[in-house]
Structure formats: C-alpha cells, structure tokens
C-alpha cells in the first residue's frame, strides 16, 4: 500500500508551511533575471614618519679621542623616502657642535657621524643627511658620535641638546 500523508489543512503552522514553501518556489523564477554595477573601491595611505632619538652619553673624556655610539629610532610607511639629519645643538657654525660646561661657559666640541669610522658627518641641515626608506616597521639608525683628543678644558658635566629632524 504506498504511503500517504494526511495534512491537517486546519493547522495554522501547516497552513504557513505551505505558504512559505508555495512563496519560496514562485520567488526563486521570479529573480531569474539580473543587473551588475561596478564599485570603486579607494584608500589614500599619506607618506608619515615617527621618530625617536636615544641619549648620546660619551664616557670620561681624558684628552684623547672618545668615542659613543646611541640609536635613532624611526618607523616611517612602506616606501617613504625619508632623510635624516640632527642640528647643531649650541654649536655657533654649521657642521660644528659643542657642549657646554653645565654651570659654566667651557666648550667641548664634537661630532655626529653616519658611521663607525666617523668619516661621514650628519647634516645639520634638515633635507640633507642619511637616506632612509621606509619598510613600515621599526628601523634602528645608529649614531656615532666622537669628541676629539686634544681639547683642554676645565673638569665637570658637559651637555648639549640636538633636534633630529625626519624630512619626508
């Protein structure tokens, strides 16, 4: 005997099956057909650097050639050309840079390099330095700083303060 089903026709909930399944089947040839547009879709990413600069402290100066080395930190967007450079703090003439006796008016010169072998100063002009490209990360750019032997100066704490500047 095949298998018959008997619908309760007075069921409400069997009523709204019907209905939604009737609805489901006529909505389905109804979207047959369709349109496309295109979006645009835009982002805009700005060149932009952040900067930061560690403390340069030299050990004690004694007459002779002393040398330290601190990092410039700096993260600039993927692709951004950038160009470092640090001013000359108190130092009176371009290129020269001196501390001053803390308390005092004695100088002590001295100078910022690219390099360990402290051939190749730093600019103190901001747009002419070290070349740098960013990498979207974190980038460490050592610099070496050399007081020259020779000075004779009056004993205690020398300090200067220098801006490093990120042109870009």
């Known amino acids: 005997m095949p298998f018959m089903m008997s619908l309760d026709m007075k069921n409400p909930k069997m009523k709204f099956s019907l209905m939604l399944a009737a609805f489901a089947a006529l909505s389905t040839s109804a979207l047959a057909d369709s349109v496309t547009a295109t979006m645009s879709v835009a982002a805009s990413v700005p060149a ?45 003439t371009p290129g020269s840079r001196s501390m001053t006796l803390n308390g005092g008016s004695a100088t002590l010169n001295y100078g910022l390099f690219q390099d360990g072998n402290h051939s190749i100063p730093f600019s103190t002009t901001p747009g002419a330095g070290e070349n740098v490209t960013g990498t979207g990360t974190l980038q460490t750019i050592p610099v070496y700083g050399r007081i020259p032997g020779g000075q004779v100066v009056p004993a205690g704490s020398y300090l200067d303060s220098v801006l490093v500047t990120v042109t870009y």
């Not at 403390?55 to 692709?79: E, H, R």
């Open 48 to 92: 932009a650097c952040s900067v930061n600069a560690d403390a340069l402290s030299f050990p004690d100066y004694v007459q002779v050639d002393t040398d330290a080395v601190a990092n410039v930190s700096l993260t600039c967007i993927s692709g951004t050309s950038a160009v470092l450079s640090i001013d000359a703090g108190q130092g009176t």
